[in-house]
């Protein structure tokens, strides 16, 4: 989706079969960084989440994630939490409204089953 040289993060995104459901919609997410991140006593190099995304409302909120000592998330995760997290307004021009402008577009164009 989207390489920022400058400071070396990656971000990736996949859809699924997610399909748009009273204006929600879910897609996976890989950050990847080139530097390793920090947080809670942790090092890690990329990120996998599950997004939810309110099209209605621009909000969003992370479902679950995992974080990789490895770029590309893969392997053993050294953390991992799968509970949802609280609803928060999406910052125009940010990565989040990014996520929120393709995970809308595609699930309204993803025909139902």
Known sequence: MHNDINQKKSFYVQLGDFQLVEGKTRMWVMESYGVAESTMNLDYRSIKSLIQVDCNKNTMRIMGYALYETSDATGQSIFSKSSALEWEDITVSS???????????????SPPR
């Open 95 to 109: 990565v989040n409204s990014e996520y929120r402008d393709i995970a809308c577009q595609e699930a309204v164009a």
